[in-house]
Structures are given as C-alpha cells and as structure tokens.
C-alpha cells in the first residue's frame, strides 16, 4: 500500500461519515506498514481516539493481533500516564489558588469533555497556563513551589519552567511513559505572533473564567467561546511552521460534531474572535482543514462568516497541499510556505521571512535539556543533539530541494482552481 494510505483510513474512521468497510485494508498491510502507521498515529495524537473509535465497529475484532495489542498497551500506559499529569495538574492550581493569582489553564485537560470525550485517550505534554502580565513574577514563584525550575526563553510572552531531566528525548522513546522531565508554560497572551503574523486578539479573557472540576481536580478554565479560539489559534501556529498535531484538528471537529446546535455560540464566538480580516481568514483556514480531513459538518454561521468569504488562494492550499501536509511525519513539511504568504501584506517582508525559514541560519535545539551530572549521561546527551541537529539540517536540505518542484505544482494548482471558479460562474 503508499504510504499515506493507512493514514487516510486512520483519519477517515474518525470523521463524519467514516467508511466501517474500509478498515477491511488494514488486514492486508504488512509488519513494516503497520509500524510506520502506529508510529504516525502516536506523532499525529490520533492513536487513542483512533483505537476508541476503531473498538466501536466490528472491524476491531478482525483487525490484526498485533495492532490491537500494540493500541491496547498505548491506552494502558497513556491511562497511568495521565494520571501522573493529573497530580501535576492539581499541584499547580493549587499553588496559583493560594497565591491568588488571576490565571486559566488552557488547552490540556480543560479541553474535556467539550473537545475530547476522554482524558486518558488525549496524549498531553505539558501543563499550559494564561496570566495577566503584572502577575507573572508571583504566578513565577507558584510553579518553583512545585518543583519547577525557569528555563531560557524561546519565544516573546512564554515562560517555560521544568523538572530537572535525565536526557535529552529522542524519537525512539516512548510517548506513554511517564514523563521523565515535566513542563510548565506560563502564556502572557494566547498569541505571540509565529510566523510574524499578527492578530487582533481579546484581552479580557481572565475577566470570563469559569470554575470546573475534572477527576476531582479543581481549576480555572475560560470561557467555551475563549477556549475554541484559543484551540483554533494554537493549531494555525503550527500550521505557520512545518506540522501539527492532527489530533488538534480533530478535537475541533470533535467539539463541532458535539455542539453544531449550541445555541447562541457561533453569535458569541463571533463576538469575541472580532472583525480583525487577518483573523478570519486564520479561523476559517484552520476550519477548513478541518473540514477536508474529517469531513465535519460546518453549521451554517461560521460557514458564511469564515469558510465562504475565504480568498481563492487559501481553498486552493487547502484543496491541493492540506491533506499531504496534514499528513506529513513529525520532521514536517514546507508546504504550508504557501498558504502562509496569504497573511503578509508586503512582499519585502514576506521575501525576509522566507528567507529565514529555507535557509534557517541557527540550529534548533533538541527539545528537553538535560541536567545530568555524569560524563557518561552529558556524552550520550551530547551525541543525541548532534543527530537532531544534523537530522534538522538535513530536512531543511531536502525541503529547499524539493521546494522547487512544489512550486511548479502550486502554480498548477492555482491554474486550475481558477479555471474550476471560473467554469462554475
């Protein structure tokens, strides 16, 4: 079978109107097939709820010996693993409460059950925090107290603190595990212009929390209006980079299927996502990714006010480049370089900006910094940034390449979108 076949499958079972027959083709692949799919579906996030959804249809009981038990292990250790966060969770809401600082967490466990039926079937990273600036000093002092140390700053407005590791994570380890090392982020704002594309966004979101309770745990949560711009920003960010998490997607499909009748949302959301043209364009670039990956049925309101009014250009990228980017393993892919032209209003600027992201002229750093005190552990550390890195420099090689050949067909494309806009007309 291609590659990416088994992917579509994956992603097909999970949207609106998945094809139970069609799983059938899991049968057929072979060792090597199903190792490169498990490893895309734990990358991607879409391992567990695949394996729930996948329970529901009786192809689960024909499906392989080895991919049940493979998604069974993965639920098992996820399960244990969650429930370590969660105590991690509690530890720092509890810390914030008693220093009274004004916050909400964002993403992570605040998305269920709005966005994700379960807890145990979403993998989670990190703990994600909003808080109003003046407080970030005390906010600072309340996660050291729970054993996390400041680490350097990557990126404006993001304060991330952490345990001390024992390595440096590498694609070989296992996502499932109990985490080694544990992370904080405490966010000043929900958007801290990636890809040098600014937006207009509220900021009065810690003026509309809500109080909830999740396992036993109290905490700060935003409003649902708040959380689904926030879920949908998070996923156009990384859309400006080279991947994101498919998972992220389909937990907006997820709440679109839960809620398409909630009434007065879409009148509220509106309100609060504002008239700013960079951001429409944002939300319905991201909803309709989602939509031509899983199928999601759109409620009418946000059809007209972010899918239909969407530049040609950007249902083109969508159309022709959305899926194969989407699918794309978690070195990622330069395609969404076309799309995000869309949101630069200077050709100067977008021609500096490109500039640095084909020809990057610092190395990434592997995420995760070790703080080991033998040799023997600095020197394996040592030798796992040295393969990052030349991994890195080596993508970014073989995208410039290849780029050009991209090119040639996102002219093609474009070509005939137009024709197809202007047939239809």
């Known amino acids: 079978m291609r590659k990416d076949e088994l992917k579509l499958l994956a992603v097909d079972a999970l949207g609106s109107a998945p094809d139970p027959a069609a799983l059938r083709a899991l049968r057929s692949a072979g060792p090597r097939e199903f190792r490169a799919l498990l490893q895309w579906l734990d990358h991607s996030g879409l391992a567990l709820y695949f394996a729930a959804r996948l329970k529901q249809t009786?192809?689960?009981?024909?499906?392989?010996?080895?991919?049940?038990?493979?998604?069974?292990?993965?639920?098992?250790a996820n399960t244990q693993r969650t429930e370590a966060l969660l105590a991690d969770f509690r530890a720092v809401s509890d810390s914030l409460h008693r220093r009274r600082v004004p916050h909400a967490f964002l993403k992570g466990?605040?998305?269920?059950?709005?966005?994700?039926?379960?807890?145990?079937?979403?993998?989670?990273?990190?703990?994600?925090?909003l808080i109003?600036?003046?407080?970030?000093?005390?906010?600072?002092?309340?996660?050291?107290?729970?054993?996390?140390?400041?680490?350097?700053?990557?990126?404006?407005?993001?304060?991330?603190?952490?345990?001390?590791?024992?390595?440096?994570?590498?694609?070989?380890?296992?996502?499932y595990s109990l985490p080694p090392r544990r992370e904080v982020e405490l966010h000043t704002s929900i958007w801290a212009a990636p890809?040098?594309?600014?937006?207009?966004v509220p900021e009065d979101l810690l003026s509309r929390l809500q109080p909830r309770e999740l396992h036993g745990v109290s905490f700060q949560s935003l409003s649902l209006e708040d959380a689904f711009l926030v879920q949908v920003l998070h996923a156009f960010g990384h859309l400006l980079g080279s991947w994101l998490r498919v998972s992220w997607l389909w937990e907006i499909h997820y709440f679109f299927e839960m809620h398409a009748a909630y009434a007065g949302f879409w009148h509220s959301f509106g309100e609060r996502a504002g008239d700013d043209p960079q951001m429409r364009k944002a939300i319905g670039l991201v909803l309709s990714l989602t939509r031509r990956l899983f199928q999601t049925r759109i409620s009418a309101e946000p059809q007209a006010v972010y899918l239909d009014p969407l530049p040609e250009r950007i249902s083109a990228w969508v159309e022709h480049c959305g899926t194969r980017w989407a699918l794309a393993g978690i070195a990622g892919s330069k395609l969404s370089l076309f799309v995000h032209r869309e949101f630069f209003d200077r050709d100067?600027?977008?021609?500096?900006?490109?500039?640095?992201?084909?020809?990057?002229?610092?190395?990434?750093?592997?995420?995760?910094l070790a703080l080991a005190s033998d040799a023997e552990t600095r020197l394996r550390d040592r030798i796992t940034q040295i393969e990052f890195t030349a991994r890195r420099l080596f993508f970014h090689a073989g995208a410039a390449l290849s780029f050009m050949w991209e090119a040639l067909r996102w002219r093609q494309a474009l070509y005939a979108s137009r024709r197809a806009r202007s047939a239809a007309s």
């Not at 890809?195 to 207009?200: E, I, K, N, S």
């Open 109 to 129: 466990f605040t998305l269920a059950p709005a966005f994700c039926p379960d807890p145990n079937l979403r993998h989670q990273s990190d703990l994600d925090v």
């Open 132 to 175: 109003a600036p003046e407080f970030l000093d005390e906010a600072s002092r309340a996660v050291v107290a729970c054993g996390y140390e400041l680490q350097p700053i990557t990126e404006p407005g993001e304060f991330r603190f952490a345990t001390p590791a024992t390595h440096l994570p590498t694609l070989r380890d296992d996502i």
């Open 195 to 200: 890809g040098d594309v600014h937006l207009a």
């Open 58 to 76: 009786p192809q689960w009981n024909e499906a392989s010996a080895e991919l049940c038990r493979a998604l069974d292990r993965r639920a098992e």
């Open 348 to 368: 100067a600027s977008w021609r500096a900006y490109f500039l640095r992201r084909m020809l990057p002229r610092h190395a990434k750093t592997s995420p995760g």
